[in-house]
């Protein structure tokens, strides 16, 4: 081998080498490269302003009406990636523009039946002292058409969708409601009012709307709404968020209503301590259109309310009964049930299985007294 041979091979290795160490090094480039674009995207994803999600109402081809969770509505173009956008989605939309970019895929239905109570009472309707005629109309307004609707499609008249309950605490107005439910083996669903309010904040309308679903569901079922008040109050400035939120739920509620007829085998039964206070929308013929006072018991209800509540004592013979209804004039039920537990329990303080007059005196004291503090309490509560 010559000595021009020998470099040539020297050269040609040194070529070689470098054409490997470039190859190397423009991976190495377009590695770097890769991780740089990765990290700008990272950069770029962290820096765009978060979507907000809000309720689709409508959808008209490439455009949609959506409300924000402050309650306002805007009319918004659709991103063209966002398929199959339809009223009622929840979707994602831009903060500055509020054009839909993306549908958010929310669980189907929360499970309502966690916040609920639903039952299937057992209550009978000769556990309710007094009150014939309420339970006569709950029987024809709420009974008869679950029932026999045959009888209503003959005659052909459509029955009340729903009633409302209204009178002062504690006089048996849902002892009625459960009454109902039981005579017509229904599905009692329970909501509180102030509770569709407080707890469930941002979520009331929705969950309005399930608890007719379940309704449905379960039908034969009364929903029986307790201090609608807190709902469905006369609403003078629905300035403040909150309140547009139970506006909302109010007027959710109203739809549900409006979406059964009166021989839908789904009753609701409204119930107040304020009818006052009510918003007359909710009373409205095809609604809860059957007012239904239910006063605190006359003197045949209170002796038939003293005579359930004491019908498994055991009482002594030196009872003055007259006198006894006579004291008991202005008590609710509720608080004549009181008077009979307390009266057992000064029985019980002083050894006796048997209850005597005394103790019932004492116990209609008592309980007076506690309403007496309450009713000062409530005073000072509204007016000190
Ligand atoms: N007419 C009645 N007959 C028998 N018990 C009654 C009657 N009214 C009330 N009571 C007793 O008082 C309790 C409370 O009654 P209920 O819950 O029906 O009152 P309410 O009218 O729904 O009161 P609120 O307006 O405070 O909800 C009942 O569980 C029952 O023991
Ligand atoms: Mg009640």
Redesign the pocket.
């Known amino acids: 081998m010559t000595a021009n041979d020998r470099n040539m091979k020297d050269l040609t290795n040194i070529m070689f080498t470098y054409t490997s160490d470039m190859s190397d090094l423009e991976e190495e480039n377009r590695l770097l490269k890769e991780t740089i674009s990765q990290l700008k995207n990272d950069v770029d994803r962290l820096k765009t302003p978060p979507l907000m999600m809000c309720e689709v109402k409508d959808v008209y081809n490439n455009n949609a009406v959506i409300r924000l969770p402050n309650g306002n509505q805007f009319f918004v173009f659709i991103s063209q990636s966002c398929t199959r956008i339809n009223p009622g989605d929840t979707v994602l939309v831009d903060q500055k523009n509020l054009n839909v970019v993306r549908k958010f895929k929310t669980a189907k239905s929360f499970n309502v039946e966690k916040f609920l109570i639903i039952e299937r009472p057992t209550l009978s309707w000769n556990?309710?002292?007094?009150?014939d005629m309420q339970k006569n109309e709950i029987k024809e307004v709420v009974e008869l058409p679950l029932k026999r609707p045959d009888l209503f499609k003959k005659v052909g008249i459509n029955p009340p969708t729903g009633i409302l309950?209204y009178?002062?605490?504690?006089?048996?107005?849902?002892?009625?409601?459960?009454a109902v439910a039981n005579s017509t083996d229904s599905t009692f669903i329970e909501i509180v009012g102030s509770e569709l309010v407080q707890k469930f904040i941002g979520e009331g309308a929705k969950l309005v709307k399930e608890i007719f679903h379940l309704a449905r569901e379960k039908a034969p079922s009364i929903v029986f709404i307790?201090?609608i008040d807190a709902l469905a109050a006369r609403r003078i400035d629905v300035g403040t968020s909150g309140e547009r939120e139970v506006q909302r739920t109010f007027m959710q509620l109203l739809a549900e209503i409006d979406g059964f007829n009166g021989l839908d085998n789904v009753k609701i039964i409204g119930?107040?301590?304020r009818k006052d206070l009510l918003d007359p929308a909710v009373v409205r013929p095809g609604r809860l259109d059957r007012l239904i006072n239910?006063p605190l018991?006359d003197n045949q209800?209170i002796i038939?309310?003293f005579k359930?509540?004491t019908r498994n004592m055991r009482l002594a013979g030196d009872i003055d009964y007259e006198k006894l209804y006579k004291l008991m004039q202005d008590l609710?039920?509720?608080?004549?049930?009181?008077v009979c537990t307390e009266a057992g329990y000064f029985a019980i303080r002083n050894q006796r299985y048997e209850t005597n007059k005394k103790d019932f005196l004492k116990a209609i004291e008592k309980v007076k007294g506690q309403k007496k503090t309450q009713e000062g309490k409530e005073y000072l509560k509204m007016f000190g």
């Open positions: 556990e309710i002292g007094g009150l309950l009178g002062p605490p504690g006089t048996g107005k849902t002892l009625l409601a459960k307790d201090e119930c107040t301590n239910v018991p209800g038939e309310i359930i509540h609710s039920g509720a608080d004549i049930k009181a």
